[in-house]
């Protein structure tokens, strides 16, 4: 991975900033989420499941670009412990220091 490039969105870096994406993409989410209850049908709700895929990666793009080094250790240590919070608290801690929720 180049130097300042976001990392992919694996599991272990959604879970890392899982806080995060409840927060800045609720709305977009509960969009998708009223879409996908009133349509079974998947093809009727994929403009509503892009804005919520946009909205993780910019958010993921814009964290990175803020505190990469601790995001970084954040999600290595949740892959090392299979995306258990009780075994990152440290990391966790540190990043959420750097980059708060809001």
Avoid: W
Avoid at 26 to 41: E, I, L
Avoid at 76 to 81: A, F, K, V
Wanted: proline share 6%; aromatic share 6%.
């Amino acid at each position: 991975m180049a130097e300042g490039q976001a990392p992919p969105p694996t599991s272990a870096v959604l879970m890392s900033l899982s806080k995060h994406i409840a927060v800045r993409c609720a709305k977009v989410s509960r969009v998708y989420m009223a879409c996908k209850d009133k349509d079974a049908n998947p093809q009727t709700c994929l403009e509503q499941g892009d804005a919520v895929t946009s909205c993780v990666i910019d958010l993921l793009k814009e964290v990175n670009a803020k505190c990469p080094e601790q995001l970084k250790a954040y999600y290595e240590c949740m892959d090392y412990y299979s995306n258990r919070f009780t075994k990152c608290r440290k990391e966790q801690t540190d990043f959420e220091e750097s980059c708060p929720v809001s």
